[in-house]
Structures are given as C-alpha cells and as structure tokens.
C-alpha cells in the first residue's frame, strides 16, 4: 500500500516534457492580419504586444535567401489597425505555459529555440533586442539581431519561461518558423498540497502497519 501511494504521489509530480514544436503561422484558425494573442495556447504559447501591434503578415516578400515563407508574425511598431505611432517601442513577450492549461507557466531549454527574423529598418542598431528570462523573472540573457534578415535564431541558454522583443524602429519586424523543444510545466500548487496531503497518509499508513506489527510480534511472544 506504502509503495501504491509512493508511485501514486511520483505520478502527480512527474509531467512528462512535450515535443519540439514548429509555429510557422499558418496553423489552423489563423487568418491574415488577426491579432495574435492566445490562438495558439494549445501548443504552449501565448503572445503578448505593448507599444504596437502583433498581427498574422503575409502580402509582403522577403529577401530572397531569407527563411520566412508564407505566413508570419507581424509586429508593428506603430499600430497598424489605428495607424497611430506612440513613439514608444513594440514590446512583444511570448510565454511558454502548459498547453492543457495556459494559466500555468511552462519552460524550455533555451538551446532548443530558433526563429526567423526579417527588419528592413536598420536605425536604430540593434534591429531587434530580444531578452530571455525563467519562471521566476530571473534575466538568463539577451540576442541583439543587426541585419535585415537573420534564419534560425539560436543562441539562448537556460529554462526559458518568455522571450521579449523589443523594436524601436519604425517598421516592426517578422518573426517566423518559431521552434522550441520540449515543454515543461511548473507544477501549480494544489499539485504540492496534494503531495503534502499524500505524504502525510504515507506517513500514517506507515505508523499503523508498524504499530500492528508491534502488537502482533507481543501477542506471539
Ligand atoms: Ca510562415
Ligand atoms: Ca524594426
């Protein structure tokens, strides 16, 4: 029973990491010029824009040896719905979070993400400044991208919680082919009250099996 209730406990706490994850903007449900926001929470991320605006793109073609194709993700400096420039930057932050439950925070080693970007706006230096950070907020560091298209962005180290990317151009930027490995999901913390509360039955079940062992070694004695 002791041994039931361990592996029962292991089961809760254990979540098994997801598989690497390919966003190329073209998934279902994704329409041109739809703000990207929570569409794709179901794969583990969320998109959140500050100063701009982050819209599926697709009428305008790349530099011909650039990798974004097709659909991508479009983010204006000055909003392109309102057509008002606030002067501030674009701000877009992408949280991994648990795909079954988006309020729940995920992280992925931040070895296994890549992109694509493409900013023909060169002033000013850096294009695009992108910060990574844990869980907890903690700076794990920060790409600066210089020229007009870089393919499969990689260089980012750590548990990945959100990346951050910052524009203070004028044109945005595009983002495309967003890659990243396996996804793991913090546990919330009903999860460690129902551990604790496990554990304390364990304990219990323990003291009771050793108690009547007690009892039965004396009556046989
Ligand atoms: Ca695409
Ligand atoms: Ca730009």
Same mark, same amino acid.
């Given at each position: 029973m002791y041994l039931v209730i361990v592996a029962c406990l292991g089961a809760i706490l254990w979540i098994p990491p997801l598989p690497a994850t390919v966003i190329t903007f073209e998934e279902a449900g994704l329409h041109l010029l739809d703000p990207l926001s929570t569409?794709?929470?179901?794969?583990?991320?969320?998109?959140?824009? @500050? &100063?701009?605006? !982050?819209?599926?793109?697709?009428? *305008? #073609?790349? %530099?011909?040896? =650039?990798?974004?194709?097709?659909?991508?993700?479009?983010?204006?400096?000055?909003?392109?719905?309102?057509?008002?420039? @606030? &002067?501030?930057? !674009?701000?877009?932050?992408?949280? *991994? #979070?648990? %795909?079954?439950? =988006?309020?729940?925070?995920?992280?992925?080693?931040?070895s296994t993400i890549s992109f694509d970007l493409w900013d023909t706006n060169d002033t000013p230096l850096p294009r695009v400044i992108v910060h990574a950070y844990d869980v907890a907020g903690g700076h794990l560091g920060t790409l600066n991208l210089l020229s007009e298209f870089v393919n499969n962005v990689t260089g980012f180290t750590g548990p990945v919680h959100r990346l951050v990317f910052v524009d203070h151009g004028a044109d945005g930027h595009v983002v495309d082919n967003f890659r990243f490995g396996a996804l793991t999901a913090v546990p919330e913390p009903a999860s460690f009250l129902l551990v604790g509360a496990g554990l304390v039955l364990a304990g219990s079940y323990r003291r009771r099996a050793a108690s009547s062992n007690n009892r039965a070694r004396k009556l046989g004695s």
């Amino acid at each position: 029973m002791y041994l039931v209730i361990v592996a029962c406990l292991g089961a809760i706490l254990w979540i098994p990491p997801l598989p690497a994850t390919v966003i190329t903007f073209e998934e279902a449900g994704l329409h041109l010029l739809d703000p990207l926001s929570t569409q794709l929470a179901s794969l583990g991320v969320i998109f959140n824009i @500050s &100063g701009g605006a !982050a819209l599926i793109g697709g009428p *305008f #073609v790349p %530099p011909a040896s =650039s990798a974004v194709s097709g659909r991508y993700l479009m983010i204006n400096t000055c909003h392109y719905l309102a057509q008002t420039c @606030s &002067g501030t930057p !674009a701000v877009l932050t992408v949280y *991994f #979070v648990a %795909p079954w439950d =988006s309020t729940l925070p995920a992280y992925v080693d931040g070895s296994t993400i890549s992109f694509d970007l493409w900013d023909t706006n060169d002033t000013p230096l850096p294009r695009v400044i992108v910060h990574a950070y844990d869980v907890a907020g903690g700076h794990l560091g920060t790409l600066n991208l210089l020229s007009e298209f870089v393919n499969n962005v990689t260089g980012f180290t750590g548990p990945v919680h959100r990346l951050v990317f910052v524009d203070h151009g004028a044109d945005g930027h595009v983002v495309d082919n967003f890659r990243f490995g396996a996804l793991t999901a913090v546990p919330e913390p009903a999860s460690f009250l129902l551990v604790g509360a496990g554990l304390v039955l364990a304990g219990s079940y323990r003291r009771r099996a050793a108690s009547s062992n007690n009892r039965a070694r004396k009556l046989g004695s």
